[in-house]
C-alpha cells in the first residue's frame, strides 16, 4: 500500500518534547514557541509570527484585525479549503469568489476588480500547491482601491514569488502546520504580521483580548482585558515538535521537490500525447513540492483512475469541492463572473501521494501504473473509433 501522505518525523520530536516535560512548561508562550517565532521571522523577514493552534484560527485572528463588519465583503477564490471563508463569514462578511487560473489553480488576479465594491474590504489570495499567485497585481488593486492583502499561505511554507516567501508579501499572511504539510505540528499553524500597524493589536487579539504580552516583557506592571480575542496561541508540546520539523525544514522541502520532479518527468509523455496536464509553475514561482497533481479528461475518468489505482494499493485523492456550490457558501457569497474554469478545473483534478518517506521507486511504481492505465484507455477509444 502506498498511502496519499504519511506524517514526517525527524527524530529530533522526542528530545524536544522531554525537554518540555523536564521544564514543566506546556502552555504557549515558552522557549519552543519563541524559537519557532524567531525561525518564521528570520525566513521570510515578517514583522512578527505568532504561533496559532492552527491555520483556521490566523485567518480568524486576520478577520479580526481587518475589521471586518456585518455587510462587508471579502474578495477570493472558491477553489480553496473551507476555512478561508469561514473566518470571514464568522465575522458577518459577505463572501465574492472569482475564478481561479487553470494553469496555476489559483486566484485569477484579473477577475478581482469586477468583484469590487464599496463594501470590499479585504484580498485573499490562496498559494494553492504553493505555487504564488501574481501577488504584485494583487497588491496593485488593493492599493488603488484601499483594500487589505491577507495571503492564505497554508502550503507555502518555504516557498517564493519573485524571490519573496510566501505568507510576507500581503498585510497579513497565513501558515498552516497541520500533518498534512510539509512540516508540522499535528495541528498547528502561524500569523504572519507583516504590516507593523496591526502588531499592537494582533498581539492583543492573540491573548484573549488583553494586553498580557506588554506585562509578560516588562512594559507594563500589570494586564487588564482591552480587545476582542481569544486563545490563538498553540503549545509549548506542540511546538516542541515543530520546531524539530523547522530545523530540517529544507531538507524536507529538498526531498519532495526530488519527488515531484520525478514524478513530472515520469509523466511528461503523457501530457506530450494530450493524455493528461501536469502542474504548470510560472518562472517567476519557486515552489516547495508540496502537492504533485495530474488533471485527466473529466471526473468520470478521474473516478476510474482512482479505483484502479485503489486496487493496486496506490491512495490518491481529489481536492477542494468548490465553496460556492456548497450550501454555506450559496448562503454567505456568491460566484461573480463567469465559471469558466473553477468547476471543470477541479473535477479534473487528481493528487498522487507525496510524503517525505516516499520513495523513488514508490514514484515510479504510481507512474507506470497510471500508464498503464491510459495505455488500456487508448486502446479502448480505438475500438469505439
Known sequence: ???????????????????????????????????????????????????????????????????????????????????T????????AHIKFV????????????????????????????HYAGVGCEMDTINDIAKLYNLLVIEDAAQGVLAYYKGKPLGSIGDLGCYSFHETKNV????????????????YRAEIIYE???????????????????????????????????????EDAEKITNKRLQLWNRYYENLKHLEEKGILELPKIPKYCHHNGHIFYIKVRN???????????????IQTTLHYIPLHSSPAGKRFGEFVGKDIYTTRESERLLRLPMFYDLTEEEVDMVCDYIDLFFTHKLALYRIRI
Request: glycine share 8%; aromatic share 10%; with cysteine.
Open 184 to 199: 508540522h505540528s499535528g495541528e498547528g499553524g502561524a500569523l504572519l504580521v507583516n504590516n507593523k500597524k496591526f502588531i
Open 299 to 313: 471526473k468520470e475518468e478521474r473516478s476510474k483512475l482512482m479505483e484502479f489505482l485503489e486496487k493496486r494499493g
Open 208 to 246: 484573549k483580548g488583553t494586553n498580557r504580552l506588554a506585562f509578560s516583557k516588562g512594559f507594563i506592571d500589570k494586564y487588564t482585558w482591552i480587545d476582542i480575542g481569544s486563545s490563538f496561541l498553540s503549545s509549548e508540546l506542540n511546538n516542541a515538535f515543530l520546531y524539530a520539523q523547522l
Open 99 to 126: 475564478d481561479i487560473r487553470p494553469d496555476t489553480m489559483n486566484i485569477d488576479e484579473s477577475r478581482i476588480e469586477e468583484a469590487i465594491t464599496p463594501r470590499t474590504k479585504a484580498i485573499v489570495p490562496v
Open 85 to 92: 471563508a469561514t473566518a470571514f463569514v464568522l465575522r458577518g
Open 1 to 83: 500500500m502506498i498511502p496519499f501522505n504519511k506524517p514526517v518525523v525527524t527524530g529530533k520530536e522526542q528530545k524536544y518534547l522531554a525537554e518540555t516535560f523536564a521544564e514543566r512548561h506546556f502552555c504557549g508562550g515558552g522557549k519552543f514557541s519563541e524559537k519557532c517565532s524567531r525561525w518564521i521571522e528570520k525566513k521570510t523577514g515578517t514583522k512578527r509570527a505568532l504561533m496559532t493552534t492552527s491555520c483556521t484560527d490566523a485567518l480568524e485572528m486576520s478577520a479580526i484585525l481587518a475589521d471586518i463588519q456585518p455587510g462587508d465583503e471579502v474578495i477570493m477564490p472558491s477553489f480553496t479549503f473551507v476555512s
